[in-house]
């Protein structure tokens, strides 16, 4: 079975700290995303990375950075968090067109 | 971009009842996703279904890719299935990014 897992459950963090959101996938996928999902705006991609040290801007990049040194692991970065980027993270890994979903992480900035 | 609508928006059933999902693209794709949100927010792959019929359990789900839709029938509901069902499709040929459907909300009721 695919499993991707994610660092936190829930993560509640002040405004201006730095903040790292982790995902760990175990199939060896060469594709991995970072999404955001908040009520009436459905998902919506952050960061997609389809091999290590790369990556692509998303729909909604502004305010994050993302980072793949090693293939199974793939990290949002909060540069300074705000209240606005309360909500819930899902990453996903794919081998190719397939996506399999960690457990989300719910972040609150207060 | 290529424009995904889920019917209906929200579906209340009681226990035992069957229900069919509609999933409508704009244009062709080469796959679709089928998820299921869980009340703790992580999405389970229920089909990867580019064309044809498959069936999982009580779950089955249609692609008519030339007609550009997909149906998920689910039968003799349970309270375990409500959630949040999504379809995606890939945002363009070729592509591994996915955009998704608004979701369905199903609620099954004892």
């Known amino acids: 079975d695919v499993k991707v897992t994610q660092s936190s459950r829930y993560l509640v963090k002040r405004t201006g700290e730095k903040v790292f959101l982790e995902c760990v996938q175990d199939?060896?996928?060469?594709?991995m995303f970072w999404y955001r999902q908040d009520p009436g705006l459905g998902l919506r991609l952050i960061y997609f990375?389809?091999?290590?040290?790369?990556?692509e801007k998303g729909d909604i990049p502004e305010g994050y950075s993302v980072s793949r040194e090693k293939k199974e692991r793939f990290s949002l970065i909060l540069e300074s968090a705000s209240t606005n980027q309360t909500s819930m993270y899902l990453c996903?890994?794919?081998?190719?067109?397939?996506?399999?979903f960690g457990p989300g992480t719910r972040l609150t900035v207060l | 971009g290529i424009q995904v609508e889920q019917s209906p928006p929200d579906l209340i059933l009681q226990e035992g009842a069957n229900s069919t999902l509609r999933c409508n693209f704009s244009d062709s794709v080469n796959n679709l996703q089928w998820f299921h949100q869980n009340p703790w927010g992580q999405l389970i792959n229920l089909f990867y279904i580019p064309s044809g019929t498959k069936q999982n359990g009580r779950l089955s789900a249609t692609t008519v890719a030339t007609e550009r839709y997909s149906l998920l029938y689910i039968s003799s509901s349970q309270t375990t299935d409500s959630g949040v069902y999504f379809c995606?499709?890939?945002?363009?040929?070729?592509?591994?990014?996915?955009?998704f459907g608004k979701g369905t909300k199903l609620t099954v009721n004892p």
């Open positions: 199939m060896d996928h060469e594709n």
């Open positions: 990375s389809y091999d290590v040290k790369m990556k």
């Open positions: 995606a499709v890939p945002t363009q040929g070729g592509s591994e990014k996915l955009v």
């Open positions: 996903a890994s794919s081998p190719h067109n397939e996506q399999f």
